[in-house]
């Protein structure tokens, strides 16, 4: 699977962006995906995921209530749709594709098997 992410960009605080991953390859739909950032200096953190098989997800909680993570398979295609975005927001996101989480990790980087080449957001106050 080769993922493709993209859609980022500048944006004031408050402001809304929606990211997109799209995916290679005939089995994108029974992977489940996963959003996740990086800020200069920091740590890859857990932003969201869905799951292949139920299309549950779930979200960290610094963006819980602003981000929506969804998934379109007939485009094989993720989303990250961010409003009232703020600039702790600001970080490099990048999509990554598993074989299978569940609640207990999809928070982990190690769960991911492939990872597309991230996209900047910079939120400007």
């Known amino acids: 699977v080769q993922l493709q992410a993209s859609g980022g960009g500048l944006v004031q605080a408050g402001g809304s962006l929606k990211l997109s991953c799209a995916a290679s390859g005939r089995t994108f739909s029974r992977y489940s995906m996963g959003w996740f950032r990086q800020a200069p200096g920091k740590e890859r953190e857990f932003v969201a995921a869905?799951?292949?098989?139920?299309?549950?997800?779930c979200y960290a909680d610094p963006v819980k209530g602003r981000f929506t993570i969804s998934r379109e398979n007939a485009k094989n295609t993720v989303y990250l749709q961010m409003n009232s975005l703020q600039p702790d927001d600001t970080a490099v996101y990048y999509c990554?594709?598993?074989?299978?989480?569940?609640?207990?990790?999809?928070?982990?980087?190690?769960?991911?098997?492939?990872w597309g080449q991230g996209t900047q957001v910079t939120v400007s106050s």
């Open positions: 869905i799951t292949w098989s139920t299309g549950s997800t």
């Open positions: 990554a594709a598993a074989r299978s989480i569940y609640s207990g990790n999809s928070y982990q980087t190690g769960t991911y098997d492939y």
